[in-house]
């Protein structure tokens, strides 16, 4: 469904006209999909992916290296702009090999900077894009299983399924996730001292209130948000390190959640705002974001078990909700099993195509 490379004649595998494009550039098909507001760019099939994951004998953590290391371009083709923009998200389908060993598919998450390693929005989607496209042998029916491998680890997803199409909600069941420090003073440039908490849910993230940063994470402006997270995301690099129970290519901080303050169960929505990679503002509420608060709450003893929380993003008003379903151990760290639950949607289909002589054909970043 997505290659990479064209055909003299201009024409796709199945003889549909292509737009004007070298023989030697890019041809890429792609599912366009979003949940909650956050866009989900699917690429099905990246041949030299899927040849490097079947013949490499590659895990997914290596895979993602690779292919930032020799395919960054196709990134940046499709989250830049002018095919992309400084809020889009992607995915690329790996199927077969070490990558996706045990799974129904395992799945590289890109974004403007890079390649993240958990992606609970993505997740919601590609579960819906699994069942439809087939890529799950024999779904069940109200609610089918998808197995996906991502590069924190096993996630699995439930999605209502007909027998024909898929439906929503969506939910999934996280990683292990875990609270890494609470109550970390740290000191934030042009704000001062400020507390925060990090979690992990897939990828790590900095939590704290807007207040503390004299912002309202409901009523200010999304640039004065997205400045004083970003301070607090450099702060936090600088004076705290962070450690993974099974890889450091994991113990990076993704990014910095601001709050309305409300971590106490409570039936109302708790507001967030997600300011990711450099400075990328999340549309949604954040699925490993959700995952991450819950596993801080959960430790904190503001919710038990079971207890579903509702999440709202400050930027569309789009829901999640969250439950800890399983309290586990993962290394040293106390953790819980965290279920999300949203709506995912399809927006379309897409071929790019590059043309060599393009001075812009792999994209630009304007922020």
């Known amino acids: 469904m997505a290659a990479e490379g064209g055909s003299d004649s201009g024409c796709d595998r199945a003889g549909r006209r292509l737009p004007p494009h070298s023989p030697s550039g890019l041809v890429l098909q792609t599912v366009e999909m979003h949940t909650g507001g956050e866009p989900l760019r699917i690429i099905p099939r990246l041949e030299a992916v899927a040849e490097e994951a079947a013949e490499g ?8 290296r690779e292919v930032a290391a020799t395919r960054d371009h196709v990134r940046r083709a499709l989250m830049h702009e002018p095919r ?5 998200y992607g995915a690329v389908v ?22 993240s390693a958990m992606c609970g929005h ?4 590609l579960g819906r ?3 439809d ?7 069940t029916r109200p609610e089918a299983t998808v197995r996906l491998r991502c590069p924190c680890g096993p996630v699995t997803a439930f999605v209502p399924w007909d027998g024909r199409r898929s439906g929503n909600p969506v939910r999934f069941h996280s990683v292990p996730a875990f609270a890494a420090a609470t109550d970390l003073a740290i000191d934030v440039p042009g704000h001062g001292k400020v507390v925060v908490d990090i979690g992990y849910g897939g990828t790590f993230y900095a939590f704290l209130s807007a207040e503390q940063l004299g912002l309202d994470v409901c009523s200010s402006k999304t640039k004065d948000l997205v400045n004083a997270a970003s301070a607090v995301t450099e702060a936090v690099k600088k004076q705290f390190k962070l450690h993974h129970p099974e890889s450091e290519d994991l113990a990076f ?7 309305d303050g ?26 490993s974001g959700v995952t991450a608060r819950i596993a801080l709450q959960y430790h904190k003893g503001l919710i038990q078990l079971n207890q579903t929380r509702t999440f709202r993003s400050s930027t569309t008003g789009s829901l999640f909700t969250g439950k800890a379903v399983k309290a586990t151990k993962f290394g040293d760290y106390n953790a819980v099993i965290v279920e999300v639950s949203g709506e995912a949607f399809y927006t379309g289909t897409a071929t790019f195509t590059v043309e060599d002589e393009d001075p812009l054909k792999y994209g630009f970043f304007f922020k």
């Open 57 to 64: 004998g590659l895990s997914l953590l290596s895979l993602r």
């Open 122 to 125: 993505a997740v919601l989607a």
């Open 133 to 139: 496209y087939g890529l799950v042998a024999a779904p």
């Open 84 to 88: 992309g923009h400084a809020g889009m």
């Open 253 to 259: 901080l993704y990014g910095t959640i601001l709050t």
């Open 262 to 287: 409300k971590d106490a169960f409570s039936e109302e929505p708790t507001t967030n705002i997600c300011v990711f990679a450099d400075e990328q503002v999340d549309r949604s509420p954040t699925g």
């Open 94 to 115: 790996v199927r077969g090999g070490a990558a996706a060993a045990g799974a129904d598919l395992a799945v590289l998450f890109l974004h403007c900077a890079g390649y």
């Open 129 to 131: 894009f699994a069942l």
